[in-house]
């Protein structure tokens, strides 16, 4: 089964990017039925966000699994969040492993990011 | 007023840049320059949506966050997004037979694209009508209003006139605030708090003379009406009683000021002009106080604020530590890399650490946030923590900065900054005390107090007050007003209750806007009755030891116990707070600290001081005969955070 998913970067110095990923490029690890994409700061990571220096060397994970997306935090330094649906000015923290959806945004140290719907 | 060219707006945009020390070109910079431009359109497009262009850049660099010292490339990138941008506002330029981007193409072109952060912003700020906005942009005319004074006739009550001096400044922001009524009258200033806010009662007049329901206006600085906005929004607008005093209108926070102004807007009735508990001081009776504290405002916040009631287990210091003096306070000195010999601060701090640090010692402070920015005296607050409203224990001061030369801004983590220990808390409540003559030893272990009543002597509060942050406290959160005081309550038609002043609201422990009221009830209410010598203070607390054991003090009028009826009915309230049916520790830990702080509030009559420095001993000393402190009985506590699911 090949795996395909457009991420966008939505700040900082490549706001705008979009990483293409897909299994055919090796991009990401299929184990037990689930994709995982790892994001940070090493360059050995899917997604690496070597400009930001809030990033941990190995900071947070998306998988797909059961049809959906998840996030999970690897217990980074400065830590992984989504918006608040109350504050949007006070982001809230992603402990464990969260349900994802298409386009939603999640930050990875000072990145905002999200997944693209794939038309 | 020729057209603002782009040039222009790229050089305030890489400024901004360089200060938030992001070093490449975005959607927030090119925006943020836009604003900043002498007489541009989007700031007064912004003004005519009822926000000011401050608390716009405001809210976009809290929501970025300043970016770190090591710069990884060379020069100002653009981001792939900005490059964007510039494509879509030179095809507009071009359709309009211009060679040359100007600032209405690029503001365009910014919401058009309609993805990036200052778009983002503006939707959460409540601008969600993107398109109508842009509408709107080539329609506007360049106008230089900002500097202009709104002709508004202003009136002063006579009562004003004598005694009170309105700057200049401060007309200058309350024309602004009703610039669509010829004529405001200023009926009185209000007590406030603690805070160097001023609040007003405006009554706003028309041509024909009919008058508009009196409003509150507060002035105070830049920084602290914005914040105010903010915990307005996010904590306040959706947990008000209907008929309530309400924040109406967006903050007038003219570029060129460093004070902005809110209006409290009272809803019901207009028949009269409100006033504060304070005022009403003389008139009623303790008792009669009390229970309108009891019975009015109590249940209509209750049921949406202190009633919640969700179970919290903390230590005492997460939510009390931050009121007390800095635990350091440091000089900035420019010295970039820490000496052998110096201290580094990193959360989670340790206590013992910190004990081990002295005056003239050298000290590292890294990843805390800016919690308050002074400029006017070179200062920041720092506190560990990181978010807006995350625990903001461990503050710190640092003094002597230089503002010309770097920015800072609330809630930004600073990775490392260094500086010399000029005092630490230790010494400055010590000083606070010596600051009371008191006659007793202040360093000694334990305090004199009253045969009378049978305890001879009670701890001294600077002994043990370490021990009582460290305690756990099982308790409840509740969305609180935060600075609960005679000052900021107001009566309203028929007696209702209203509150003003959002400053400090929160989601915090329930029982903390108690300990603030019977404080501001032993200041205003009982210390004016009892005097102010150290003897008046010990007199008081002889009157609280019944109280603390639940004992309703008799009526003979004018009396220290006739006054303290006020503090009775508070207390009642608090039993109907406490998480466990009477677990008085819950709050006493709480009152105690809170005495503490309000000791050190140069601001407050020194009788006053010393009272609470006596009740700080008073309610340690029940605490140590009444209660173990640190039970480790466990409470769970909330996290609202935790959506894990079963993976």
């Known amino acids: 089964m090949d795996f395909k998913v457009n991420l966008m970067i939505m700040s900082g110095v490549k706001d705008g990017a979009l990483l293409e990923m897909q299994t055919e490029n090796g991009d990401g690890q299929i184990k037990n039925d689930r994709w995982s994409i790892s994001i940070g700061r090493k360059d050995e990571n899917d997604v690496c966000l070597r400009n930001d220096t809030f990033v941990s060397r190995q900071h947070a994970n998306l998988h797909w699994k059961d049809r959906r997306w998840w996030l999970e935090d690897c217990d980074s330094t400065n830590g992984t969040f989504i918006e608040n649906e109350t504050n949007y000015f006070d982001d809230q923290p992603v402990k464990g492993i969260i349900p994802l959806e298409i386009g939603q945004l999640f930050r990875v140290g000072r990145t905002w990011m999200r997944i693209q719907a794939i038309g | ?647």
């Open chain 2, 1 to 647: 007023m020729a057209n603002i060219s782009l040039k222009h707006i790229l050089i305030n945009a890489q400024q901004e840049s360089y200060k938030m020390r992001h070093f490449y070109l975005g959607a927030e910079h090119l925006f943020v320059g836009l604003l900043t431009v002498q007489g541009g359109i989007a700031s007064s497009l912004l003004q005519e949506h009822g926000l000011t262009p401050e608390y716009v850049i405001d809210s976009i660099r809290r929501k970025i966050g300043k970016g770190s010292h090591h710069r990884l490339w060379a020069g100002i990138p653009n981001t792939p997004r900005a490059d964007v941008m510039l494509d879509i506002a030179r095809e507009i330029a071009l359709e309009s037979g211009r060679n040359e981007i100007d600032e209405r193409d690029l503001l365009t072109a910014i919401l058009e694209e309609g993805e990036n952060i200052p778009v983002r912003v503006l939707m959460a700020l409540g601008i969600e009508d993107i398109p109508a906005f842009v509408k709107q942009i080539y329609e506007k005319e360049h106008v230089t209003t900002d500097t202009e004074t709104p002709f508004v006739e202003v009136e002063l009550s006579p009562q004003l006139e004598q005694d009170e001096d309105i700057t200049k400044e401060q007309l200058f922001i309350i024309r602004r605030m009703f610039f669509s009524y010829p004529k405001i009258r200023i009926e009185r200033r209000l007590m406030g708090g603690y805070s160097e806010a001023v609040l007003f009662v405006i009554t706003p007049l028309h041509g024909d003379g009919r008058q508009d329901a009196s409003v509150v206006v507060k002035l105070d600085s830049t920084a602290s009406i914005l914040d105010e906005t903010r915990r307005y929004e996010s904590f306040v607008k959706r947990t008000l009683p209907p008929m309530t005093a309400r924040l109406e209108d967006r903050p007038v926070a003219p570029d060129n000021m460093t004070i902005a102004g809110i209006k409290y807007t009272l809803i019901a009735g207009s028949d009269r002009i409100p006033q504060d508990l304070r005022a009403v001081l003389t008139d009623w009776q303790p008792a009669e106080l009390g229970s309108w504290l009891r019975n009015e405002l109590f249940p209509s916040f209750g049921r949406i604020w202190w009633r919640q009631s969700r179970p919290y287990r903390f230590q005492a210091w997460q939510e009390y530590d931050w009121l007390l003096p800095p635990v350091l306070t440091l000089e900035y000195n420019g010295v970039k890399k820490l000496p052998e010999e110096g201290f580094t601060l990193k959360f989670p701090v340790k206590r013992q650490k910190l004990n081990a640090i002295e005056y003239g010692d050298v000290v590292a402070v890294n990843n805390f946030t800016v919690y308050k920015v002074y400029p006017e005296r070179g200062a920041i607050q720092l506190a560990v923590g990181s978010g807006s409203d995350a625990a903001h224990a461990y503050k710190i001061e640092v003094r002597n900065l230089n503002f010309e030369q770097d920015t800072y801004y609330r809630g930004e983590v600073i990775d490392q900054i260094i500086g010399t220990v000029w005092q630490t808390r230790n010494q400055q409540l010590m000083h606070a005390v010596r600051a009371l003559e008191p006659d007793f030893n202040h360093e000694a272990d334990k305090i004199p107090f009253s045969t009378r009543v049978g305890i001879e002597k009670l701890p001294n509060p600077l002994k043990v007050y370490e021990e009582l942050l460290d305690s756990y406290v099982n308790g409840s959160l509740s969305t609180i007003h935060g600075d609960l005081h005679l000052g900021n309550i107001m009566i309203g038609p028929n007696n209702s209750a209203f509150l003003i002043d959002f400053a400090h609201s929160r989601d915090g422990h329930t029982i903390f806007d108690w300990c603030s009221l019977e404080i501001s009830l032993l200041r205003d209410v009982i210390m004016p009755v009892a005097g102010s010598t150290w003897d008046d203070a010990r007199e008081v607390l002889e009157h609280i030891v019944p109280l603390n054991r639940g004992e309703i003090p008799d009526n003979e009028e004018a009396s220290i116990a006739f006054a303290l009826s006020s503090v009775a009915q508070v207390r009642k309230i608090v039993e109907e707070c406490l998480y466990r049916e009477g677990q008085w520790s819950e709050y006493y830990v709480a009152l105690a600290l809170c005495c503490l702080r309000a000791m050190t509030w140069e601001n407050m009559p020194i009788g006053a001081r010393r009272l609470m420095f006596m009740v700080a001993s008073l309610i340690i000393y029940e605490l140590q005969t009444s209660y173990t402190l640190t039970d480790d009985d466990d409470t769970a506590s909330p996290d609202a955070t935790d959506i894990s699911t079963n993976f």
